[in-house]
């Protein structure tokens, strides 16, 4: 079992910046993979972004270059620094943690709100 609690939500004018937090109940070390994923209204979540234990990263087309997702072992959390925000980045962002391999997350945080104002 694994509970996920996200933060670091909020409003912010486009061209700005956010970091998001997920803090893990476990070990991320023990967790196969973290990331983001980020659902607008009236459209299907996506997947943002993506980091393996062993530090591989996996971004969205729409937010290369621009968000960049870490972790912190010593503080089980995964970090998503959004940068250069656009009002189309506007979505509830959930955290996610895959157990063994990637596909169908394993646990979900509870969502926090990003909304990117023009």
């Known amino acids: 079992q694994v509970q996920l609690v996200e933060s670091g939500g909020g409003l912010v004018q486009a061209g700005g910046s956010l970091r998001l937090s997920c803090a893990a109940s476990?070990?991320?070390?023990?967790?196969?993979?973290m990331g983001w994923y980020r659902q607008a209204p009236g459209k299907q979540r996506e997947l943002v972004a993506s980091?393996?234990?062993?530090?591989?990263?996996n971004y969205a087309d729409s937010v290369k270059g621009r968000f960049t997702i870490s972790g912190d072992n010593a503080k089980n959390t995964v970090y998503l620094q959004m940068n250069s925000l656009k009002p189309e980045d506007t979505a509830v962002y959930y955290c996610?943690?895959?157990?063994?391999?990637?596909?169908?997350?394993?646990?979900w945080g509870q969502g926090t709100q990003v909304t990117v104002s023009s």
């Open positions: 996610a943690a895959w157990l063994y391999g990637l596909g169908t997350p394993n646990y």
């Open positions: 476990r070990s991320i070390f023990s967790i196969y993979a």
């Open positions: 980091i393996t234990r062993g530090g591989s990263t």
